[in-house]
């Protein structure tokens, strides 16, 4: 599993040409075998989400994504980094049929950002971002319960990679799931499979 996720950003990194098309590719048969279910899985999950709303970023302006992006201070991209963030990125993020991206609000302000970058091979990667001014406020567990319930609904094997010294994610992590160690990636982060409790 190590290995195929260095592939993967290795082709991202060095042959984005190669990767775009490999992006495309699996957009249409993962949209394919899974845009049924997904409505579904989704709508429990808005009703999951309450009293927060949960919305797709498809669904989002723009620019609201990447003002909220640039609104968390510099600290927070130690720890995520796993797509641009100018308004051209976020545009293809968006437009990304396989890439499942959602923001939780409340009054109306994003307070939390996660997604699910998916493969049409059941396999899918989970992201998380909280607003800084909502930490320690059941944002970052929430979001990890709605994750795990979309990949787990979706039968879908759901991984994440997690620097060792981000302790606080990690406990985050264990209230929503069961993090099973794969491996070490070439940055040093751990790599992990999502498990049931």
Not at 22 to 37: L, P
Not at 119 to 143: A, E, K, M, P, W
Request: net charge positive; aromatic share 14%.
């Amino acid at each position: 599993m190590v290995t195929s996720y260095a592939i993967a950003h290795l082709l991202r990194d060095r042959m984005p040409f190669c990767w775009k098309q490999i992006e495309r590719t699996n957009a249409v048969v993962f949209r394919c075998c899974y845009a049924r279910k997904l409505k579904q899985v989704e709508q429990e999950a808005f009703e999951m989400a309450l009293p927060f709303i949960m919305e797709r970023i498809s669904d989002l302006p723009t620019m609201d994504l990447v003002e909220f992006f640039h609104a968390q201070p510099a600290e927070t991209y130690r720890w995520f980094t796993p797509h641009g963030f100018s308004e051209e990125d976020v545009a293809k993020l968006q437009n990304n049929k396989s890439f499942l991206g959602y923001v939780l609000k409340r009054d109306g302000k994003i307070v939390g950002y996660f997604f699910l970058r998916s493969y049409f091979n059941g396999s899918c990667y989970f992201g998380r971002l909280v607003d800084h001014q909502s930490i320690n406020q059941g944002v970052g567990t929430l979001i990890n319960k709605l994750s795990f319930f979309i990949s787990e609904s979706l039968h879908m094997r759901s991984y994440q990679t997690i620097a060792g010294n981000n302790i606080a994610s990690i406990k985050s992590c264990a209230k929503a799931y069961r993090l099973r160690p794969i491996g070490i990636t070439a940055t040093g982060d751990t790599l992990y499979q999502n498990c049931r409790l």
